[in-house]
């Protein structure tokens, strides 16, 4: 074999090759495998946030037309094409977009796991966890927080066919605003309630 001979199918990327050639087969490949990845994470993204992401106008088509594709074969090619679109973009920003995204849904994902366990806490019958939030959540209007657990409790004791889960749902939106608002999060509207009506103490 002729020493100075290099075979393009054991090279490396192109910007890694000592003998500034094309990249590999393998390489290609991966690369391929790799922008397909991102496409599919760009799928599982909600319309509303992936219309907010910068891209040209043919990936954008790609993808929509493989939302509008119903058989297996061609989600499959219609993939395969979306990464060979891809290979024509910065791919860069459209990753820093998924990982923007997945971090976020992650994040909500934890604040909702949250705002459950206080709500199961604080319907419990351990008298000091009002105090616990308290202490951890100081700007709450307590009264109103009394009040709409007390209702929650009598939702709950109700028979199956009175419960209506009103109380028990705005509890937990109670919460859930007291921790975003507490973690400087922006936050919609309060709801109106009338289940500070109540003066009694839980």
Do not use: C
């Not at 002729?2 to 090279?11: I, L, T, V």
């Not at 037309?65 to 891809?86: A, D, P």
């Amino acid at each position: 074999m002729n020493p100075k001979h290099f075979d393009q199918d054991d090279g490396v990327d192109g910007g890694d090759d000592p003998f500034g050639g094309r990249p590999s087969k393998s390489a290609l490949k991966r690369m391929s495998h790799d922008l397909q990845a991102l496409g599919k994470q760009l799928l599982e993204m909600p319309d509303a946030r992936l219309n907010d992401i910068a891209m040209p106008e043919r990936l954008r088509d790609a993808l929509a037309n493989y939302k509008s594709t119903r058989s297996f074969e061609g989600k499959r090619r219609q993939l395969q094409f979306i990464g060979k679109v891809m290979r024509e973009v910065d791919a860069e920003p459209l990753r820093e977009a998924v990982a923007e995204f997945q971090l976020g849904h992650a994040r909500n994902a934890l604040e909702l796991h949250q705002a459950e366990r206080w709500r199961t806490e604080l319907l419990s019958e351990d008298k000091d966890v009002v105090t616990r939030w308290v202490a951890e959540h100081p700007d709450t209007d307590v009264q109103q927080l009394r009040a709409l657990i007390r209702n929650a409790r009598k939702d709950q004791a109700a028979a199956p066919e009175k419960r209506n889960g009103r109380a028990y749902r705005e509890l937990f939106q109670f919460i859930k605003h007291a921790m975003m608002a507490d973690a400087g999060e922006p936050q919609a509207p309060s709801m109106s309630s009338d289940a500070g009506d109540e003066s009694d103490e839980v």
